[in-house]
């Protein structure tokens, strides 16, 4: 792993730097993200929580991605620039690299839909039982972030939710950077659904305990890899199913089928504020 050198990172804020605060790291994976990023950065700048370590990894831009970093003014704890096997990971050196209690992901083409997000799920964690956070998102337009095409209503956990397809929203989730540990990063035997085998891994499997927010936590941009295609979806059904079968659980076509069509009330509901 190639880890640029401090002086080219923007130095981390020290303002509040008090050691009763939950620090939290939040990892966005990047490449080719320019055109996107500044709004990801300011969501995290503007965050009311005051520990936070922010972690780039990039995966070798060849566009202004590391401009757009280096003066976007954000506190960043530290950044990587070098290619990788994917999303997944570039999201394992970013486990590798988090010093947070607690560890979530911010995409590079998202942002947090209010500054209270990361203060939200630190009140969560003030349960020392709590293992998992999580709460709502909505995809918004690319062209337009005030738009709002879908939406993303999660639900309390309940035992074996993970098995019927289910999961909670990828950029929304906070896990103790403990559990991670014990349990281990993403399986890249996943390309497209590595997400939700750890959701599966964690949840139906460790049954680790969950709290779920019912709040939009994040805007994500439609266009993303798992959204980009209806081939994009039908793969990502499938290691979805497969996932399942890994595990011992029942998976197969009527399983994808089932999960496709839950995602449908997603397209017809719209949260009560953006």
């Not at 998992?132 to 639900?155: A, C, E, H, N």
Request: aromatic share 8%; charged share 20%.
């Amino acid at each position: 792993m190639s880890l640029l050198a401090p002086a080219e990172l923007v130095n981390r804020s020290t303002a509040d730097d008090r050691t009763d605060a939950l620090r939290i790291s939040v990892i966005t994976v990047t490449f080719n993200s320019a055109a996107t990023l500044p709004d990801t950065l300011r969501s995290v700048a503007a965050q009311s929580h005051p520990t936070v370590d922010y972690i780039i990894i990039d995966g070798g831009s060849t566009d202004a991605t590391l401009a757009v970093v280096r003066n976007c003014g954000t506190p960043i704890a530290a950044l990587v620039s070098e290619p990788d096997r994917g999303i997944y990971d570039a999201m394992n050196k970013g486990l590798e690299m988090a010093t947070g209690d607690v560890v979530g992901f911010l995409n590079s083409d998202d942002m947090y839909a209010d500054a209270q997000v990361l203060e939200r799920v630190a009140a969560a964690f003030r349960d020392p039982l709590v293992d998992i956070v999580y709460g709502d998102i909505v995809f918004v337009s690319q062209q337009d972030t005030t738009r709002v095409v879908r939406l993303w209503t999660s639900r309390p956990y309940t035992p074996g939710l993970c098995a019927s397809g289910w999961m909670p929203p990828h950029p929304s989730l906070y896990v103790r950077r403990s559990i991670y540990e014990r349990h281990g990063g993403y399986d890249l035997a996943f390309p497209a659904a590595a997400d939700f085998e750890m959701a599966l891994r964690l949840l139906d499997k460790a049954s680790l305990k969950s709290v779920y927010l019912p709040h939009v936590q994040v805007r994500m941009r439609m266009g993303g890899q798992s959204t980009r295609s209806i081939r994009n979806i039908i793969s990502g059904s499938r290691e979805v199913s497969r996932a399942c079968r890994k595990h011992g659980l029942p998976g197969g076509f009527r399983f994808a089928v089932r999960r496709l069509l839950a995602k449908v009330p997603q397209f017809l509901q719209r949260p009560k504020s953006p």
